[in-house]
């Protein structure tokens, strides 16, 4: 069971990498890739939680939950912010 | 009859059933809420991994088909889904633990395993609804936005600006 969990969570790992570069090349927007990178990895902590715990696992799953949030409040910052001013680019009249 | 009048009567009675053992013993309590622990816990785990691979099939899907962030969300929103399901079922076999008398030590880690599982199934289910509101919102926009990925080239559609597909004469 223990073995099944950590192949579980190992693949779920190479998921998250493999996505979230998918993610990156397709849609060009770092927030959403990593988005997807964070809830795939999201799925492997879960699973490595299911496992006998330990300090370590506990602490890697704590240090996710906080990630995902600062990732998140960050990245909703960016979204919301508005544009930075630039030069105007209109013709001159 | 007067509550000394009834000793005499009751003792009898209940000597046997006070003397009887014990109908289900600890050990065998603990036995089956492990066993018990250790499915729902399974079935939590059997829930997360197959959101993941469904997740990561439709990820792959919508990369090479190139369907826009739409497509992303909404996978984002399936695989939310299934994690929080699969929460729902950790959080059950936390509290199936309790059940039987644990040590302060497992005590302890019980309640760090569930407030992070608790703390974790209140922020997804606030990105699901977050989530669901966008897709909803963005369902009204054109759902035939041409694609442009190398799946969509080879059945023909492109994008504007990027060629005609080949005509079909």
């Keep these: 069971m223990e073995q099944l969990l950590q192949t579980g969570a190992l693949l779920c790992t190479a998921a998250a990498l493999v996505c979230g570069a998918l ?33 370590q696992r506990l602490l ?15 990245l909703r910052d960016r979204s919301t912010a508005p544009p930075p001013a630039g030069p105007s680019t209109r013709p001159p009249a | ?39 729902v816990e399974s079935a939590g785990a059997v829930v997360i991994f197959l959101g993941a691979l469904i997740g ?15 497509a992303f969300v909404r996978v984002r929103l399936g695989l939310g889904r299934f994690l929080a399901l699969g ?46 509101a966008q897709v909803a919102e963005r369902a009204g926009q054109d759902a035939d936005r041409p694609r442009s990925g190398p799946l969509a080239r080879l059945l023909g559609r492109t994008a504007p600006g990027m060629g005609s597909p080949p005509s079909q004469a």
């Design chain 2, 87 to 132: 929460l729902e079922f950790q959080l059950a076999s936390d509290v199936l633990r309790t059940a039987i008398a644990p040590s302060f030590r497992e005590i302890g880690q019980l309640a760090a395993i569930a407030a992070i599982r608790t703390v974790l199934n209140y922020f997804l289910a606030k990105e699901i609804n977050a989530e669901r």
């Design chain 1, 23 to 55: 993610a990156l090349l397709v849609t060009r927007k770092f927030a959403m890739a990593l988005a997807v990178l964070l809830d795939l990895l999201l799925a492997a902590g879960l699973l490595r939680l299911a496992l006998p715990p330990t300090p």
């Design chain 2, 56 to 70: 990561f099939v439709r990820f792959v899907v919508a990369g090479l088909t190139d369907s826009g962030d739409d």
């Design chain 2, 1 to 39: 009859m007067s509550t000394a009048a009834l000793g005499p009567v009751l003792v009898p009675v209940l000597a046997p059933v006070l003397a009887a053992p014990e109908v289900v013993s600890e050990a065998a309590l603990r036995a089956a809420v492990d066993l018990l622990v250790r499915l």
């Design chain 1, 60 to 74: 890697t799953a704590a240090s996710l939950v906080v990630v995902r949030r600062l990732a998140g409040v960050g």
